[in-house]
């Protein structure tokens, strides 16, 4: 089992930039592939990108594609999304994910979320 906490979250303007952090429990974090999500309010929960155990393979939702970038540091337990050029769509709750399998659909374990709120 893995237990995940995000942090990073917080206010800024359209344009900006965040790097959110999920730090991830356990001794066995290179067995999990990651992947960040994020919900607006009113809105279902969306698919941002993942990343595999060893870090090599990423992929990202179309829209986040050429901003934001997901990479891991398995010596720190730890997987960053980094956000550039923010807009106010993208307003959410930013979740991490973790599974065993990489590129699944449904992971098996959730952290508890970090909002990021992009002014105009």
């Known amino acids: 089992q893995v237990q995940l906490v995000e942090s990073g979250g917080g206010l800024v303007q359209a344009g900006g930039s965040l790097r959110l952090s999920c730090a991830a429990s356990?001794?066995?974090?290179?067995?999990?592939?990651m992947g960040w999500f994020r919900q607006a309010p009113g809105k279902e929960r969306e698919f941002v990108g993942r990343?595999?155990?060893?870090?090599?393979?990423?992929a990202y939702a179309d829209s986040m594609k050429g901003r934001f970038t997901i990479s891991r540091d398995n010596a720190k337990n730890t997987v960053y999304l980094q956000m550039n050029g923010l807009k106010p769509e993208d307003t959410a709750v930013y979740y991490c994910?973790?599974?065993?399998?990489?590129?699944?659909?449904?992971?098996?374990?959730w952290g508890q979320g970090t909002q990021v709120t992009v002014s105009s």
């Open positions: 994910a973790a599974d065993r399998i990489y590129g699944r659909r449904d992971y098996a374990y």
């Open positions: 356990g001794r066995t974090f290179t067995s999990y592939a």
């Open positions: 990343i595999s155990q060893s870090g090599i393979s990423t």
